[in-house]
């Protein structure tokens, strides 16, 4: 069974830096993309990029490039998304996704609450 | 950058009816990539249609897709009621890729 298990919630203050983790289990992670999605309170989704656990080819969304940084360790079937600085702005649930073909999200993380409030 | 308008913003029915959402696009969704997912509050979303007309492995056949170009339709034939929900459309034919705002389905 493939599954998708994001590490849990986070209350950071502005400033100050984090790493989210999404570790997949049930199939070969190095040979399919994992996207990370943003839900921001009570808002659409976002796609931020992708990653190939394989070697690391990493995409990002205009929107998030520079402000966040996508990475894998395919020793431990694990991918992240991390910023080195949060804002408030960051609030928000982020989600983890294998794609099935190119662009297609077919499985979910269960998603992990980011909170930024001094 | 495609936008993806969905409409109506939110839609009222009630379960055994048909569910009719729209999402257009601001360009031409090359070779008609796009995908239909569904979220339940407090849950991750789930893809039910993607190619614009494929359903996803598990997805009931009351759900159908379609449309090409800018033009698209997901289509729930018979409402159940674990069907209400918010629904996305998201277009993946060009970089970056984009959703919709989403339909909310909510029962009459």
């Known amino acids: 069974e493939v599954q998708l298990v994001q590490s849990g919630a986070e209350v950071k203050k502005p400033g100050e830096s984090l790493n989210i983790s999404c570790k997949g289990s049930g199939y070969s992670f190095t040979n399919y993309w994992i996207a990370w999605v943003r839900q921001m309170p009570g808002k659409g989704l976002e796609w931020m990029g992708i990653?190939?656990?394989?070697?690391?080819?990493?995409r990002y969304s205009p929107s998030f490039q520079g402000q966040v940084t996508i990475s894998a360790d395919k020793s431990l079937s694990t991918a992240y998304l991390q910023w080195s600085s949060l804002k408030a702005s960051d609030t928000a649930m982020y989600y983890c996704a294998r794609l099935m073909v190119q662009g297609v999200m077919s499985f979910w993380g269960q998603g992990t609450l980011v909170t930024v409030s001094s | 950058e495609i936008v993806l308008t969905q409409s109506p913003g939110t839609l009222s029915l009630s379960p055994g009816e048909r569910a009719t959402l729209s999402c257009r696009a601001s360009q031409t969704v090359s070779s008609n990539f796009l995908t239909w997912y569904q979220q339940k509050p407090g849950q991750a979303p789930r893809l039910l249609i993607y190619?614009?007309?494929s359903r996803a492995t598990g997805i009931p056949d009351r759900f159908s897709g379609s449309g090409s170009g800018t033009d698209f339709t997901l289509t729930i034939s018979r409402l159940e009621p674990e069907d209400f929900a918010v629904y996305y459309c998201?277009?993946?034919?060009?970089?970056?890729?984009?959703f919709g705002q989403g339909t909310k389905l909510e029962i009459k």
């Open positions: 190619g614009a007309s």
């Open positions: 998201q277009q993946y034919g060009s970089s970056p890729w984009t």
């Open positions: 990653i190939y656990p394989g070697d690391s080819e990493t």
